[in-house]
């Protein structure tokens, strides 16, 4: 089994904004675990460099590299990285003991993770505006669209766990578990794009409460060493 010593000398690869990124962030703070932090620049599309593409194929962050950084043994995919942690480092739980709880936690996790997020990612924005050729007022409303839905469908499932006594300071409990480490940096990118919050006060709540930590305070986009204005 890897040892959190092991974990301390693996390889993080990330970038700032990347909410992908940002979840594993959290979630390393939580474990107390501190990877080595390398960074790939989206915006210069290093993600798209021979190097990077030999230790994550699909171009994409984050890249966890157990092999301290010679690319052998590489975990990509930030849910697939957050279980995995969870599951070497038990303490703090992220996922609830319970089968049927855990299966919520994972629903409200996909619904951002892979509802949300991955049509309104830095590649899906720059595609609109670079083949498809639309303007950033299309580009911003095609954002603003798909985060109304989404957060909606998420307000809905928060507000259901907290009627039926399973949801608490956090979405599911009195502690911060996978589905506050999705909703935590959605709330941030849909900040940045000026999306209104006034229809989530349930998930507005939560996200104050999680931010309060300083496990997820630290891991805030502008105090990542790569963070840019």
């Not at 904004?17 to 962030?25: D, L, M, N």
């Not at 319970?98 to 924005?125: E, G, K, S, Y």
């Not at 989404?150 to 766990?161: F, I, P, S, Y």
């Not at 349930?202 to 502008?222: I, K, Q, S, T």
Request: proline share 7%; glycine share 6%.
């Amino acid at each position: 089994m890897t040892s959190t010593a092991e974990l301390n000398r693996a390889v993080f690869h990330g970038y700032f904004r990347s909410s992908a990124a940002y979840r594993c962030r959290i979630a390393f703070n939580l474990k107390g675990v501190a990877p080595e932090q390398r960074f790939v620049h989206l915006r210069k599309a290093e993600q798209q460099s021979p190097a990077f593409k030999a230790i994550a194929p699909a171009g994409l962050v984050p890249a966890l590299d157990l092999s301290g950084g010679d690319g052998a043994t590489v975990l990509t995919q930030s849910l697939a990285i957050i279980e995995w942690l969870n599951e070497i480092c038990p303490e703090p739980a992220l996922l609830p003991a319970d089968p049927w709880m855990r299966a919520q936690v994972r629903a409200f996790a996909l619904t951002i993770a892979c509802d949300i997020h991955p049509v309104n990612n830095l590649r899906i924005l720059a595609y609109l505006k670079g083949p498809l050729g639309h303007d950033q007022t299309t580009a911003d409303t095609w954002y603003r669209h798909w985060i109304d839905e989404g957060l909606t469908a998420a307000e809905a499932l928060a507000q259901q766990a907290l009627d039926a006594g399973t949801g608490g300071t956090f979405l599911y409990g009195d502690r911060p578990g996978l589905a506050d480490l999705c909703l935590v940096p959605q709330i941030y990118n849909a900040r940045r794009f000026n999306c209104p919050m006034g229809a989530y006060p349930r998930l507005v709540a939560v996200e104050a409460a999680c931010n309060a930590l300083p496990a997820f305070a630290d891991a805030l986009p502008e105090r990542q060493p790569d963070a840019e204005g």
